[in-house]
């Protein structure tokens, strides 16, 4: 029989710890420490994000020592402040089923079984090990509900018999109404709709912040990865219930260059079917005129195992589409701004002017941000292929589900 255990990384709430290994980069960090750790011909890999399973053919349980040491070693690698998180193991008596199913488990999920709360799933002896304590939980929900139920009739028994005598003589009392739950928080994401004005039909829907409504977005780097990450996460969550039309998700020009952001991305990217892959865009805003082709060649390589096509975001209309080769990216959309409807209306003229440049290297060209019923009709009179923004449809819940999926917000 082999002894198999399951180690799952354990997030806490909040902000990372000073001196923490960032969460994007915990995964690489614990696979590396459990290859140089945990050595043949025993056996551990990755099979899920934060997840590992350990396995040794050659004992039928394995050593708690050796695996709270192997826990607290890793948990001070990872947290050296000892409050960001923690390490768990998850052990069994060779159920390899089990140990997978554990290892699917989500952070919340992970978080009630160590509570003791158990988990939906077969039943097994679970040990969870941490860097302070070895203590056996229960598996599986009954379990839980079976063990309390235990702990309250020993607690009852406790209670002497005189005062069981008085609790039985008085008159019961209704329990009160628990409060209804608070609502849950609104999502942080929406959708916009992604109109074609030449078929007069929707095409794609744009995944965005709900933040965005109320004030600018953030201008650092690391604020600007985290929400792409929430908008990934909520774009890949949304692809099986939304089969129409084209999906575009947002991703930062400048993040695009960087190794600690390509490998956060990079996780979340993991998780996305192939089969969504044909229409799938990805759209990069923040995009600057002087973006280097050797750049835009990166970024499409790194792309393209996921999206099927690339969309710059620009705010500069006169952007040098003539300096890049056909096929390197699929459409540019201009990002309408200006304090004036004259300044906004000259930068939809200026980059429509360029219409036959973008036709020849066969790139699409879509403004977004429109917000009046003048520049939608601008962008129309001028042969801009896709438009979207305010005027097109308010921040939807979902994405757009037809050719008619909303009507026109200013049509």
């Known amino acids: 029989m082999t002894a198999i255990a399951c180690l799952r990384i354990l997030f806490n709430a909040g902000e990372s710890q000073p001196g923490e290994i960032p969460r994007s980069k915990a995964q690489a960090v614990a696979d590396a420490f459990l290859k140089a750790r945990w050595r043949a011909p025993r056996k551990c890999g ?7 399973v350990l396995a040794d053919n050659r004992v039928e349980t394995l050593d708690p020592a050796e695996m709270q040491a192997l826990a607290a070693e890793l948990e001070q690698v990872l947290f050296p402040g000892g409050e960001g998180g923690e390490i768990c193991l998850m052990t069994f008596q060779g159920d390899e089923t ?61 209670v002497p018999l005189a005062d069981k005598a008085s609790k039985t003589a008085k008159a019961p009392v209704a329990p009160k109404a628990p409060p209804p739950p608070p609502p849950p928080p609104p999502p942080q994401t929406g959708w916009w709709g992604v109109y074609d004005l030449s078929a007069n039909a929707f095409v794609a829907s744009l995944i965005g912040m709900r933040a965005d409504l109320l004030q600018p977005p953030p201008e650092d780097d690391d604020k600007l990865l985290k929400r792409d990450l929430v908008c ?34 990079k996780t979340r990217l993991s998780r996305y079917p192939l089969d969504q892959q044909p229409r799938l865009v990805a759209t990069i805003y923040g995009t600057p005129r002087e973006a280097s082709l050797g750049m835009l060649q990166q970024m499409r390589a790194f792309l393209k195992g996921s999206f099927a096509f690339m969309d710059l975001r620009v705010e500069d209309a006169t952007f040098p589409i003539h300096g890049l080769p056909p096929e390197l990216i699929d459409s540019v959309t201009l990002l309408l701004t200006g304090e004036t409807e004259f300044d906004r209306m000259s930068n939809i003229q200026r980059f429509a002017e360029r219409k036959n440049l973008y036709e020849g ?49 200013l049509s």
């Open 46 to 52: 990755a099979v899920a994000p934060l997840a590992f």
């Open 98 to 158: 089990a140990v997978l199913k554990f290892a699917s488990l989500s952070q919340k999920e992970l978080a009630g079984l160590v509570a003791g709360k158990g988990y939906g799933g077969a039943a097994g002896r679970v040990h969870v090990i941490t860097a302070d304590a070895v203590e056996s939980v229960p598996s599986t929900h009954e379990e839980a509900k079976a063990l309390a139920a235990e702990k309250a009739e020993a607690g009852a028994a406790d």
């Open 232 to 265: 990934l996460t909520d774009a890949q969550a949304a692809l099986k219930a939304a089969t129409f039309g084209e999906i575009l998700v947002p991703f930062g020009f400048w993040n695009l260059t960087t190794q600690y952001a390509l490998d956060a991305y």
């Open 361 to 409: 290297k066969g790139v699409l060209q879509g403004v977004a941000g429109v917000a009046t019923r003048a520049e939608l009709e601008a962008c129309r009179a001028a042969g801009i292929a896709r438009v979207q923004g305010p005027a097109i449809t308010t921040l939807l819940d979902k994405p757009v589900a037809s050719a008619e999926g909303a009507p026109i917000a």
